[in-house]
């Protein structure tokens, strides 16, 4: 089904459309809008994920084991003083 919609675009939107159906690399500025709405919404769907995934690994983090202020400056400096002792790689 389609739907018939007015669309305003700027000067340069419309230049950069047109150049895209003169190309052939589309058939019509229908097509090329088509196109553009599909990415933003394949975007949206990507962004809606990875916000998910990140708020799945966040609540995971909050309820998973803590580790205390002092704990964590000694695995710093831990993992610090093994950075220092490794080889230099590439040197």
């Known amino acids: ?9 700027t000067d340069p939107q419309d ?22 709405l599909e990415l933003l919404r394949q975007k949206n769907e990507a962004d809606e994920l990875e916000l998910a995934a990140l708020r799945q690994l966040v609540d995971r983090r909050v309820s998973g084991p803590r580790v205390s202020a002092g704990e964590m400056d000694t695995r710093i400096e831990q993992m610090i003083a093994r950075k220092q002792r490794a080889p230099d790689v590439g040197t």
């Not at 230049?15 to 553009?36: N, P």
């Open 1 to 9: 089904m389609s739907v018939k919609s007015s669309i305003s675009l």
């Open 15 to 36: 230049r950069f459309a047109r150049s895209l159906v003169e190309t052939g690399q589309y058939a019509s500025l229908s097509s090329v809008l088509q196109q553009g």
